[in-house]
């Protein structure tokens, strides 16, 4: 009775074993679970060549039906992508913006995957040159699927993403470095090879510095153009702040940034941005008043001015610094003259902020703190250094005193004991 229903049991249990196993090993099935585009496509070696089965899509549940439509359930590949059920097939290039968007661009279908997703990448893109030109047939330019490929497609935050600010660069290069693809253009082919050597390039790939700038930080992501030139100073100043707010407090800085003069990329450049230099201020020959301002005027008098302040206070400061190097060689106390030297280093630092004023008054204001601060360490170095020869002539007259007192002591101790012989 017992074999019987463990027999009876048994047999459902076995034939459903084999029919898991049946299904395991045939990829394309008119089972539900099975994706037979998948399935299919991969039985006959034509996936995507780029296609990454960790895509972000795929990670949420999507596949290629939902991006391609036809129907995934089924084995028959005339009825899978049957254009007459929805199969699109494909999209040509001008297609794919609206292709992403029919999701991107739906705020009630996104929302149910992620409350704060933002929904306007595709009207963006139309505001950009890339957009303008796809409008007018110009299939050279960048759709969605260049910047963040079709099948491998992650998070911008992801660094296996296309537009990880690590990878970006490179992808935009993928068009804009390459002369051939180019050629019908008349922009220059350089802006990564610029950017490579910059200042922000060399922060972002050889001291990984995430928040250095990159293409789109300045170009913006979906609404790529070169910046009009007024809105340089704040896409710089969104995070060179105390630069921009000095350049605006200035009595004309907002006479120049309406007409231009002074804006941040003429005298920095943008893409080939170098680190700062004292002698890009001044007269001499690295400066950059110099090509536009003349002997005499006003601009040239101010740079001359404000190079001379900066120059003061770099003597000032190394002189302390060097004060109080002995200081410390001496054994003596140098805390208090480090804090001071902290300060008037960070007065050096802000008086080169300060020249965005290209006022002679403000960037005096500071540098004269800078250099006030240099010459009170100046000045406790020099009383920790007489404190030093105090205590070092004081010591010789105490040794001589001491070395008196032993010899007048050994010299009575003597006498004592000749009288004692005598006696
Ligand atoms: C039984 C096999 C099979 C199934 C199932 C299948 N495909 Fe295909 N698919 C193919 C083959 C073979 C090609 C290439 C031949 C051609 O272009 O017709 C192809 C081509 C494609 C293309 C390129 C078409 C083009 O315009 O260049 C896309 C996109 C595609 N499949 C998506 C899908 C999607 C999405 C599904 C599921 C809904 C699917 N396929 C299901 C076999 C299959
Ligand atoms: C996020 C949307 C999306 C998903 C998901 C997606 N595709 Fe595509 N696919 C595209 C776009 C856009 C293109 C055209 C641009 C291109 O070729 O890079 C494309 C092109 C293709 C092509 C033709 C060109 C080529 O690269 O071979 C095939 C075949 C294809 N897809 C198959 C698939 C299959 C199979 C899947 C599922 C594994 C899939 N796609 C999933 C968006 C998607
Ligand atoms: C010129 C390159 C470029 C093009 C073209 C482009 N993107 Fe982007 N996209 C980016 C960059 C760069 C980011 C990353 C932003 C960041 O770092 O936050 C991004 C971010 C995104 C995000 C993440 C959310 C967000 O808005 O920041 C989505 C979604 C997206 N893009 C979809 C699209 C769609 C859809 C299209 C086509 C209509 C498109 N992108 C076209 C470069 C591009
Ligand atoms: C069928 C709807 C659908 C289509 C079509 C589609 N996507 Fe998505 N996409 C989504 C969903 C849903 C997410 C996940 C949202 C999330 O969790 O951030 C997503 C996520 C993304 C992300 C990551 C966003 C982030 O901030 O993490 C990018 C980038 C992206 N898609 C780009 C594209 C591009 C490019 C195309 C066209 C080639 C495309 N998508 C087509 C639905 C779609
Ligand atoms: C698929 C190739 C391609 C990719 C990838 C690409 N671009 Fe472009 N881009 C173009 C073409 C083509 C133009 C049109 C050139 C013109 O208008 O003179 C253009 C125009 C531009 C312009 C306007 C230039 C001007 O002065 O008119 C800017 C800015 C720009 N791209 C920035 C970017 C950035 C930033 C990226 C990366 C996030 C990028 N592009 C990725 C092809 C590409
Ligand atoms: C620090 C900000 C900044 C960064 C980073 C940056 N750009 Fe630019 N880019 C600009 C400015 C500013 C202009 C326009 C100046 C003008 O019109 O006078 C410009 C102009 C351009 C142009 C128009 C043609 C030209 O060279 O003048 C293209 C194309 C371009 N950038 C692409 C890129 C690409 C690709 C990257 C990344 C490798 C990049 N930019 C990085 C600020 C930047
Ligand atoms: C996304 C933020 C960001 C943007 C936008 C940006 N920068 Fe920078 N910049 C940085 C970072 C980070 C550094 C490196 C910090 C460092 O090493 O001093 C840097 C360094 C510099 C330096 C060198 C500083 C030094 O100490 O020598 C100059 C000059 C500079 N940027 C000018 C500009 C100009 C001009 C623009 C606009 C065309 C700009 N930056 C846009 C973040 C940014
Ligand atoms: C008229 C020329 C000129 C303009 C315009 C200009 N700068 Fe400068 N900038 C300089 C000079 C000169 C230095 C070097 C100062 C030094 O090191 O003594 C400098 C240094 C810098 C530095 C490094 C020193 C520091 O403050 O950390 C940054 C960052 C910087 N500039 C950003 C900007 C930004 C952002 C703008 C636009 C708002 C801008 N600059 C506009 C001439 C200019
Ligand atoms: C690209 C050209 C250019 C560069 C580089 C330049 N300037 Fe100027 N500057 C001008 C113009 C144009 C004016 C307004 C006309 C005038 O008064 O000369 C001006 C005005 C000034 C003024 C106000 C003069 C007045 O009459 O109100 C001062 C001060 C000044 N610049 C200082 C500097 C300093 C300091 C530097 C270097 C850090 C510098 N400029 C670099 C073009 C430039």
């Avoid at 089972?31 to 960790?54: F, K, R, W």
């Avoid at 660069?169 to 804009?176: R, S, V």
């Avoid at 770099?314 to 302390?320: D, N, R």
Wanted: one cysteine or more; glycine letters at 6%; proline letters at 4%.
């Amino acid at each position: 009775m017992k074999l019987k229903l463990n027999l009876f049991l048994a047999l459902p249990a076995l034939f459903l074993l084999f029919n898991l196993q049946a299904n395991a090993f045939s990829t394309a099935s008119q089972d539900s679970t099975v994706d037979n585009c998948i399935a299919c496509h991969q039985d006959n070696d034509n996936m995507p060549d780029n296609y990454n089965p960790e895509d972000i899509h795929y990670k949420v549940g999507l596949s290629c039906f939902n991006c391609h439509g036809g129907n995934p359930k089924t084995e028959d590949e005339d009825a899978a992508m049957d254009p007459d059920k929805g199969f699109l097939g494909a999209p040509s290039k001008e297609e794919i913006p609206a292709f992403c968007g029919r999701c991107h661009s739906d705020f009630a279908f996104m929302q149910q995957y992620r409350s704060e997703v933002e929904t306007d990448q595709e009207s963006q893109y139309y505001t950009s040159q890339h957009g303008t030109l796809l409008k007018k047939g110009d299939t050279k330019v960048a759709v969605c699927s260049n910047c963040h490929t079709a099948h491998s497609i992650f998070s911008p935050n992801d660094p296996r993403s296309s537009v990880y600010p690590a990878n970006l660069p490179e992808t935009c290069n993928a068009c804009h470095g390459d002369a051939e693809y180019m050629k019908d253009y008349s922009i220059p082919t350089n802006q990564y090879k610029l950017y490579k050597t910059s200042v922000h390039g060399i922060d972002l790939y050889e001291k990984h510095d995430m928040s250095a700038p990159v293409c789109n930080d300045c170009h913006g992501n979906h609404g790529a153009r070169p910046p009009e030139l007024n809105s340089i100073p704040r896409i710089c100043g969104s995070c060179h702040v105390k630069n921009l707010n000095y350049f605006s407090s200035s009595p004309m800085g907002k006479e120049m940034e309406e007409e231009e003069i002074h804006t941040c990329e003429t005298c920095h450049g943008y893409h080939d941005i170098q680190k700062a230099s004292d002698d890009f201020i001044g007269t001499g020959e690295k400066s950059f008043c110099i090509e536009c301002h003349d002997e005499g005027d006003e601009g040239y008098i101010t740079a001359a001015f404000i190079k001379s302040r900066i120059d003061t206070l770099k003597l000032k400061y190394s002189t302390a610094s060097d004060d109080m190097n002995n200081v410390i060689i001496k054994g003596m106390d140098d805390i208090d003259i480090s804090f001071k030297l902290k300060e008037a280093r960070q007065k050096l630092i802000e008086t080169r902020t300060a020249i965005h004023s290209f006022d002679t008054s403000q960037v005096n204001t500071i540098a004269s703190q800078g250099i006030k601060l240099s010459n009170e360490a100046i000045g406790m170095a020099q009383k920790e250094m007489d404190e030093y020869y105090n205590r070092r002539t004081g010591f010789i007259y105490s040794s001589i005193a001491l070395l008196i007192l032993g010899l007048a002591l050994y010299l009575k101790i003597r006498t004592k004991n000749g009288k004692d012989k005598k006696a």
